[in-house]
């Protein structure tokens, strides 16, 4: 909720709003914080996870294509429970069901929201910013965001669209 209202403080005092990705940072489930500036030069998957989804397995091609792509392609996961409550309580027991269940490596954002009125300012750009495919709110968990070398959305793939289909293949 504090960090949509500063997006529209932001707006109101007439700042520009970030034209690519690298505006914006994100906390990790150990609580780091992490600027996507960091990654210019790479490309990025952001994908909006959950633990007790039907697309949960998914997590384990997320980290087969981290592990094949992982030098050329950043790969974050935000996990929510904005649809149907499918996600753990805490960050700790997110962690540990990931790292228990799927051995991920790739980086975890902590718990965030992606849609309604706590939507995070990363994540209302990404279902604004223009891209091929569509724009508008996130329709349910696994929901994956390419972002290219320049920080740019380029494509969005619904969640039935798995990490290591063509799709997605094809432009990384």
């Not at 914080?33 to 990654?39: C, P």
């Amino acid at each position: 909720m504090i960090n949509v209202l500063l997006l529209f403080v932001g707006l109101f005092l007439n700042t520009n709003p970030p034209k690519d990705v690298y505006g914006f940072s994100f906390k990790t489930l150990d609580g780091k914080e992490v600027k996507l500036s960091k990654f210019k030069g790479k490309k990025i998957l952001i994908v909006n996870t959950a633990s007790k989804c039907g697309y949960t397995k998914q997590y384990e091609d997320l980290e087969k294509l981290h592990k094949q792509y992982g030098k050329d392609v950043v790969l974050i996961g935000f996990p929510s429970a904005n649809f149907g409550g499918q996600e753990l309580g805490t960050n700790a027991e997110i962690k540990e069901f990931c790292s228990s269940k799927f051995a991920t490596t790739f980086l975890i954002a902590e718990k965030s929201d992606v849609k309604g009125t706590g939507i995070t300012p990363l994540f209302q750009f990404l279902t604004s910013a223009p891209n091929p495919d569509f724009t508008g709110d996130i329709k349910w968990n696994f929901e994956k965001f390419l972002i290219n070398e320049k920080g740019q959305l380029v494509h969005r793939y619904r969640s039935a669209v798995t990490p290591l289909d063509q799709q997605i293949v094809k432009n990384l």
